[in-house]
């Protein structure tokens, strides 16, 4: 699909704006929310808790506590009638999307969450070129397979995302349309 | 519906494992992953963190950190294509649920989930009558609507469950087979 005409002047504006990728999704969600268009949200970041103080008269305060690995994506919800789960990724590659960014654990929940007929996908962002993609899980799932062939690449190229992929705008409500590369893969 | 006839020996049987309702659930969608029956998760504890420690050659401490309301409900996944949202309650009370057990977020995400095509609803154990049930979303707002007019009750009647409600039966594999129940609301 063709970029929007404005889509590096949109990119601009936004960068001035500092956020990063997850605010910029969960600025979107809530408008989506607001407006009743989706319900998506971010899954909270897993810890497991070892020690709380339960002080006197004021909230339980956690004193040890680690990060555990998610066992899915981060994000899921509804979204006209239909199953939505994704992941956000951001590179400062120029030219390829380094595949260790995803976790296999996630890979494999996109995998069972397509058996079931849901929507998923990836929302990756190249920083450093200011431009963020729509990467179906399927396609995500090509190349994560192929890793393990004798000449198996460990990166998305550039071009496979100007080629497979589906740009996503910024705008100013929603943030990043997201939903709208949605429609196309619906 | 009716019962299953070994309802209650079931039961028996199980509450001898003394499991929370919560660990009953994750093991059922332990089960219901493996068979790729469906892709249900709990969202983890939503946590703030304030203070993380960095020891050198180990993990990253969490020193400080502080719970947060969850916006939503704590299970959601795909099942047979469609968006499943649901929340676990148990309640030690034997003639009424109170429905301050639910958040008026939750009802509110319930509500959200409803009107974008998603099956919602409440998974609620007496566990003192060892008795479990899927109560529809839909109902469960009827009721938590009704607390504000002039003779609103804070409570669902145990019999609104025996006659509104799916009772859910305890089995080996899955532990608790809330699904059966979700294809009767399908
Ligand atoms: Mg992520
Ligand atoms: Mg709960």
Not at 63 to 76: G, H
Not at 125 to 132: E, I, M, N, P, R
Request: aromatic residues 10%.
């Amino acid at each position: 699909p063709e970029k929007p005409a404005n889509y590096n002047s949109s990119l601009i504006r936004h960068g001035g704006r500092g956020m990063t990728l997850e605010q910029e999704i969960n600025e979107s969600n809530q408008y989506y929310l607001a407006h009743e268009i989706a319900v998506i949200h971010k899954k909270p970041t897993p810890v497991q808790i070892v020690k709380v103080d339960y002080p006197k008269r004021s909230a339980a305060v956690i004193r040890e506590a680690y990060f555990r690995r998610p066992s899915t994506t981060d994000y899921n919800g509804i979204y006209r009638g239909r199953y939505i789960d994704f992941d956000a990724k951001e590179t400062k590659e120029t030219t390829r999307f380094p595949l260790d960014n995803f976790h296999e654990h996630q890979v494999e929940h996109m995998r069972s969450c397509l058996k079931q007929g849901g929507i998923c996908f990836g929302l990756i962002k190249f920083v450093t070129l200011d431009q963020l993609y729509l990467l179906k899980a399927s396609d995500l799932i090509h190349y994560w397979d192929q890793q393990g062939d004798p000449h198996g690449r460990k990166s998305i190229p550039l071009a496979a995302f100007q080629q497979q992929a589906i740009p996503v705008a910024y705008r100013l409500n929603p943030t990043i349309a997201y939903l709208d590369a949605v429609d196309q893969l619906i």
